[in-house]
């Protein structure tokens, strides 16, 4: 069974940092690719970043800059590290893999940026 768990979200003043995890188990995770996504109050689930299984990363141009995503194969966790945060980038952000054709999710980790 595949599990994703988030954590490390937080309430963080604008140009804070954070670092967030999560935890896969249940799939051999240096063969996946990984992403985290965000989703704010009132819109709909977006891509904030994404990690092959190579490691080649990919970051969306509203975050790039800021926001860098990196993987630890050893203990099954992909990050995403956020920098210069902005109360725009409030969201409750999802761990992601794509297996045996389906999408799995955790459960979410909330960050708010706000003075």
């Known amino acids: 069974q595949v599990q994703l768990v988030e954590s490390g979200g937080a309430l963080v003043q604008p140009g804070g940092s954070l670092r967030l995890s999560c935890v896969a188990s249940?799939?051999?995770?240096?063969?996946?690719?990984m992403g985290w996504y965000r989703q704010a109050p009132g819109k709909e689930r977006e891509l904030v970043a994404r990690?092959?299984?190579?490691?080649?990363?990919n970051v969306v141009d509203s975050v790039k800059g800021r926001f860098t995503i990196s993987r630890d194969n050893v203990k099954n966790t992909v990050y995403l590290r956020l920098n210069n945060l902005e109360p725009e980038d409030t969201a409750v952000y999802y761990c992601?893999?794509?297996?045996?054709?389906?999408?799995?999710w955790g459960q979410g980790t909330q960050v708010t940026v706000s003075s």
């Open positions: 992601n893999t794509y297996y045996a054709s389906r999408n799995y």
């Open positions: 249940g799939i051999t995770f240096r063969l996946y690719s």
């Open positions: 990690i092959s299984s190579g490691g080649t990363t």
